[in-house]
């Protein structure tokens, strides 16, 4: 009877376990103890527009990171303004970095850029995914004023022969690393990776060369942490 009793407490503690820890199970969990998670984003106009040419806005940049170990309060937490998910059970990677404090985020890039990535993503597999039509490419690239994004005419007035933007754009994903790191109540997911991509805008009716824009963008990221 005892060993009964003590073979049902056991199942349990190990199904609860379990139920706390629904990743820890793969059995490679991390034994690290201090982080850095960083971010790096560069964006460049390849074709600058108009209105780029005007407010000097060629490229732009932003390198952000913090440090620290296990043992503080809050280790499990991103760099400030940053923010990354993939849900369990249906692939789709966001990220972005967005100050309450400014209008627009620096960049946001919804499931729509990254609609395959599950959550348990391969290593050193390039997930890429072009698109062409209307805008589109679930992104938004900013500027460090948090001020505006991509346009073209100044001031947003079209000539006649301008119409609504088509798109071409391509956003590629690649995880270079990634760490499960075991917490009081689940499992934390990093990752490390690189983000390229690049959106070509074009708004002439008859002449699609005639408005032409391009934005080349990177996003190098180091211990990121992914959420549901």
């Known amino acids: 009877m005892k060993v009964t009793c003590f073979f049902l407490v056991t199942l349990i503690l190990v199904f609860a376990s379990c139920k706390k820890n629904p990743e820890s199970s793969s059995g490679n969990l991390s034994s690290r103890t201090t982080f850095e ?23 732009d940049s932003i390198i952000v990171s913090r ?18 998910n993939i849900h369990r059970g249906y692939p789709g990677f966001s990220m972005g970095y967005d100050d309450d404090d400014k ?9 729509q850029a990254f609609p395959g990535v599950p959550r348990e993503f391969e290593l050193n597999k390039p997930y890429s995914y ?26 947003n007035e079209f000539p006649p022969d301008a119409g609504s933007p088509r798109s071409e754009t391509h956003t590629s994903i690649i995880f270079l690393s990634k760490d499960k790191i075991l917490n009081r109540f689940d499992t934390i997911l990093l990752a490390s990776g690189r983000i390229t991509g690049y959106s ?24 990121l942490k992914i959420d549901e």
């Open 200 to 223: 070509v805008l074009s708004w002439g009716k008859t002449d699609p060369d005639k408005y032409l824009q391009r934005w080349d963008f990177s996003v190098d990221f180091k211990d």
């Open 37 to 59: 998670p960083t971010i790096a984003y560069r964006v460049f106009m390849t074709k600058a527009s108009p209105a780029d040419s005007a407010r000097g806005f060629l490229k």
């Open 130 to 155: 072009p698109e062409t039509g209307n805008v589109g490419g679930g992104f938004f690239l900013g500027t460090h004023t948090g001020a505006d994004g991509m346009n073209y005419f100044i001031n």
């Open 67 to 84: 440090s620290f170990s296990k043992r503080d309060p809050e280790y499990y937490s991103n760099v400030q303004h940053a923010s990354a």
């Open 103 to 111: 209008s627009f985020p620096y960049f946001s890039f919804t499931s």
